[in-house]
């Protein structure tokens, strides 16, 4: 751990069950590995919260010049992409996962 610490200067570690960590880390060898770690609980996103991550994740390459009508045809479709994921049960609704879908959406409209 301290190894990766000193080569990607953060880490992120992702668990089905945060208290896993904190048990680890509540004794033996895990303790002093995850002392200086912050444990968070990433809660699930609902329709709306993931239209806004949606939404923000287009503007980031949004040029001005860009009709806004197709800014907004875009959004709909990419929430309409993961909407469509995300009633299959294929993934959960954490950000992370809607983020990973993201890329795919715009490859799809293509």
Known sequence: MDQLKARCGKVILLTSRIYALEELAD???ARKMFADFQFCDI??????????????????????SVDPHEFHYAVACSEAKVAAVIRRGILPTFPLFIMGLLPNTLLMQK
């Open 43 to 64: 809660k699930e996103f609902g329709k709306r919260s993931t239209g806004q991550l949606i939404e923000k994740w287009h503007s980031l390459g949004y040029d001005e």
């Open 27 to 29: 004794a033996g060898p």
